[in-house]
Antibody, heavy 124, light 110 residues
């Protein structure tokens, strides 16, 4: 059974940093791309970032480019999101997600499996 | 303002057919496949339709998807009360080099 378990959320002051983790199990973690998707309170889904299985390719939404860094440790079956220079508008539930398919860039919008999410609150 | 445009709300009576539209452009829907997600209150999103019109295992056949040009649609035939949820479309955007979501549609069963 595929499982994704996020951790690392919490309360942080504006300008601060936080690192989210997502532990994957039940599949060959290193083979598949992984993504982060967030949802601000009462708002819709927003894609944040994605990384290929080998870490050779990374992608970011304009809203986080230069502030967030996605990475993965395939030896630990874990995905990360390093978030720096946090702003109030980064407050959201952050989900990690993946699909167990290989293919072209269009597949990055396919999220077959989701974690339960971790809440990040940016406030003073 | 989302790159993909969805109506903020939709409604229907039980048993009715309801459609939700998703409008984009040549750089996203026009050149890439569309996926649809259902989010029940307080839960993580769930994949509902993949690759424009394919239902993953376990998704009832009353849900269907289609795509034409730069628009896509999700149809729910025989609306049920448990279908009350938020629905999102998503696609890769080649110009933005990233994934774009619609703003979401809140479906209500009257």
């Amino acid at each position: 059974e595929v499982q994704l378990l996020e951790s690392g959320g919490g309360l942080v002051q504006p300008g601060g940093s936080l690192r989210l983790s997502c532990a994957g199990s039940g599949f060959t973690f290193s083979t598949y791309a992984m993504s982060w998707v967030r949802q601000a309170p009462g708002k819709g889904l927003e894609w944040v970032s994605a990384i290929s299985g080998s870490s050779g390719s990374t992608y970011y939404a304009d809203s986080v480019k230069g502030r967030f860094t996605i990475s993965r440790d395939n030896s630990k079956n874990t995905l990360y999101l390093q978030m720096n220079s946090l702003r109030a508008e980064d407050t959201a539930v952050y989900y990690c997600a993946t699909r167990l398919r290989l293919g072209d860039l269009s597949l990055y919008s396919l999220f077959e499996y989701w974690g339960q999410g971790t809440l990040v609150t940016v406030s003073s | 303002q989302s790159v993909l445009t969805q109506p903020p709300s939709a409604s229907g009576t039980p048993g009715q057919r309801v459609t939700i539209s998703c409008s984009g452009s040549s750089s996203n829907i026009g050149s890439n496949s569309v996926n649809w997600y259902q989010q029940l209150p307080g839960t993580a999103p769930k994949l509902l339709i993949k690759s424009n019109n394919q239902r993953p295992p376990g998704v009832p056949d009353r849900f269907s998807g289609s795509k034409s040009g730069t628009s896509a649609s999700l149809a729910i035939s025989g609306l049920q009360s448990e279908d009350e949820a938020d629905y999102y479309c998503a696609a890769w955007d080649g110009s933005l080099n990233g994934v774009v979501f619609g703003g979401g549609t809140k479906l209500t069963a009257l």
